[in-house]
């Protein structure tokens, strides 16, 4: 199945918005990840010469099996496929750029393998996806650990709101926001973000060549 829109969400985890002075918002905001910025289980995240300081962000990922357009929260778990643990990697510097000057974020966080994902988890295998442990560590050291009760919004609510804005299409990705924790990742450096005891993602770091 190809994937199709890439829709990321910020500041979705009150203690990560805190870490970066950030104010939380009463509605999901809401960018966009192209298509090829996606990378799979053993892949390389690659530091491009336009930045030189990339963050990762550990997250939630939904992935869409049914179109559906302005569906109601206690419907929208039908119109998932699955679900996933991927990294949204940000290129910081950039992004700060960007805020600074009022600027979208499209560069820095549109990178070519700056979203890596796991094998999808059929929905079926689990009850209740606002109920996961996310966890990454960087060389072996946990860097970012949280649970998806933490978060602001629940899927459900995340699923409806976004349908009233876009069509969600079979394929189409959520990512649902980062838990605090989130650093900066370098050349060498080995990532592995886990999704509770259901899937799992390793990818390594390099400078693109």
């Known amino acids: 199945m190809r994937i199709g ?3 990321c969400l910020a500041r979705t985890y009150p203690e990560h918005a805190k870490e970066m002075n950030a104010k939380i918002t009463e509605e999901p905001l809401l960018f966009l990840k192209p298509d090829t910025s996606v990378i799979f289980n053993n892949g390389t995240i690659l530091i491009p010469s336009r930045s030189h300081c990339l963050h990762h962000e550990v997250e939630l990922g ?3 099996g049914k179109n559906g357009k302005h569906i109601p929260q206690e419907n929208s778990l039908h119109h998932v496929l699955g679900y996933l643990v991927g990294l ?3 290129a ?31 929905k079926e ?26 978060m602001i919004f629940s899927v459900e609510y995340i699923l409806s709101f976004i349908s009233d804005i876009m ?18 990742i370098k050349e060498g450096d080995i990532l592995e973000a886990r999704l509770d005891t259901f899937c799992s993602l390793k990818v390594d770091v390099q400078k693109e060549v």
């Open 92 to 122: 910081r510097d950039i992004q700060s750029e960007a805020k600074k000057n009022g600027w979208p974020w499209a560069i820095a966080k549109g990178f070519d393998t700056f979203a890596p994902l796991s094998d999808v988890i059929l």
């Open 88 to 90: 949204d990697i940000t």
């Open 125 to 150: 295998k689990i009850s209740n996806p606002n109920h996961l442990d996310l966890e990454l560590e960087v060389n072996g050291f946990v860097k970012q650990r949280a649970n998806t009760n933490q």
């Open 62 to 64: 939904v992935v869409i």
């Open 167 to 184: 069509m969600l299409e079979l394929g189409d990705l959520i990512l649902t926001g980062t838990p605090e924790g989130v650093g900066e």
């Open 5 to 7: 829109k890439i829709i």
